[in-house]
Each structure stands twice: as structure tokens, then as C-alpha cells.
């Protein structure tokens, strides 16, 4: 989980918006999507 200090890029809240508008799982090295508690994410 990120520390609330730090913020999300812009573009991974896009990816994580289009994810949760069509139930989609984000399998990523990007730990930003952790900070989203209801995008399911699976970190490689």
C-alpha cells in the first residue's frame, strides 16, 4: 500500500478507471494500483 503522500500518475488512474468501468483484473509491476482497494490487481 502507498504511503498517502504519494500520489497516483495520472495515467495509471486511467487505466485503473477503464479496469473497474468493464471488471477487468490489472496484472501489473506497478505497485500504484495497490492504493486502489476496490480494483482487483495482480502484481507480477
Known amino acids: 500500500m502507498l504511503k498517502l503522500c504519494e500520489l497516483i500518475p495520472l495515467g ?3 487505466i485503473a478507471a477503464s ?3 468493464h471488471g477487468a483484473t490489472i496484472l501489473t509491476k506497478d505497485k ?10 495482480v502484481i507480477a
Not at 494500483?33 to 476496490?38: L, R
Open 12 to 14: 495509471d488512474i486511467w
Open 32 to 41: 500504484h494500483f495497490a492504493a486502489i482497494p476496490v480494483l482487483p490487481v
Open 19 to 21: 479496469a473497474m468501468q
